[in-house]
Each structure stands twice: as C-alpha cells, then as structure tokens.
C-alpha cells in the first residue's frame, strides 16, 4: 500500500467541484465566469498543487525500508501516478484561473470543453486505486472508464436530442464499469482486512476503506450533474 490512499480521498473531493464549475455558465461579461467559481478554481488549483508538490517530495526523497538508499533501487514506478493525477488537474484548473482573468476561452479542451480534463485525470485514478489494491484488470478498467468519458465529452458537444442519446448509452457502459470496479475493490479491501494484524496496517486500512467510499459515492452522481448542467446546478 502506497500512500496515495489519502490523495485519492482529497483528488475525489476536488474533482467533484470541478465538475460542478464546469457545469456552471458563463456570466453576461462574455467569457468571465463569477466570483463563486473563481474561488472555486483558486482553492482548487492550491489544493491540487500542494498535493502534487507534497507527493513529488515524499516519493523523490524515499530511501528505502532502511531510510538510508538514496534512489531505492526496489522503488515502484507505480506510486507516482498520484503525481500525475494532481498535476494534470493543477494544469486544468490553471488555463481556467488564466482563461478568467483576461476574460477570453482560454484553452478550450480545459475551460469550456467539459469532461475532457477528466479523460486524463480519471482513468489515471481508477489505475492508481486499482494498483495500490493489487487489483487485476487494472488497465482494463481505466480503459473502459476512458471509454465512457469519451461519450461524456460527446454529449456536452452534440446538440439535443443526440446528446440524450449519447447520454443514455454512456450510462450503460458507466454503470457497467462502475459495478465491475465495485465488486473487484470490495473483494481486494475485504482480502487486506483480513491481513491486517499490526496497528500500523489496520490504520492504513481506514485510509483504503474511506478512499473507497468516497470513489464510489461521489462517482455515481457524475450523471445527475450531467442532467442538471443547463440549469448552472
């Protein structure tokens, strides 16, 4: 177990209120947002880079189980996903913070092309979570999460009523990827429950256990936020 547990439970908050800013309108100063989502990117691109800063000291600085090899030789590749994923989301909700403050669409693919950020930052976090667990089908999985992205970002594109059934077929495919993620993590955390003997590794379990939760219960609100875009919710 790495110690990403925690940054997954931050990124998910995080997440969660980008896609709500980004389901939010322009205001009548043309392509300037309002002071609530302004804030929103502020406190979210701070929060992001701190994590992405704080994950990229604790790895690089990793010495081994003997804290004394500079550059661990036995050190896993794997655990710098995390890195990723904060900073591809810092990256986002920069060209947002830049795009409001000289009011023009900035970047498009990550100001007003909603979901297409997540195209990198999500299936990232589903390998990460899958990975840290010792999960299989982990690519597999990103993959297909890939996929449903993909008709997320064609139903903010096409027009209605093709984007109602985009939708539609992107909830089938979300909803199937959702249950196979959810049966594959609850069988890997009940198997670490069961290993977990000293105090150290039942801790870290709580970490696994809330990071968990909060994937899957802020992940399954993804499509009501779709339907409540056009009204700015």
Known sequence: ?????????????????AGVNASSELTSEGHCWG????????????LITTATIYIGFKNATYKGPSNTERNFNGYKE????????????????????ISNAYCT???????HLRYCDYLTTCPLLVLDL?????????????????ITLLTGVACSI????????????????????YAMIFVIVRSRVAFFV???????AIKAMYYIKFACACFFLIWIWFPLLWILSPYCL
């Open 158 to 177: 096409v027009p209605s009523p093709q984007s109602y059934l985009w939708f539609a077929f992107g909830d089938i495919i979300f909803f199937y990827v």
């Open 35 to 46: 002071p609530v989502k302004v804030a929103g990117d502020l406190i979210g691109f701070i």
């Open 130 to 146: 899958l990975w840290n667990l010792e999960a299989p089908y982990k690519c597999t999985s990103a993959g297909l999460i890939l």
């Open 105 to 111: 669409r900035g970047f498009i693919m990550l100001t």
């Open 78 to 97: 794997e655990n710098m996903i995390a890195l990723f994923i904060n900073l591809f989301a810092s990256v986002a909700y920069w060209a947002r913070i």
């Open 1 to 17: 177990m790495s110690m990403s547990a925690k940054w997954i439970v931050a990124l998910c908050l995080v997440q969660l209120l």
């Open 194 to 200: 069961a290993r977990a003997k000293n105090e150290m």
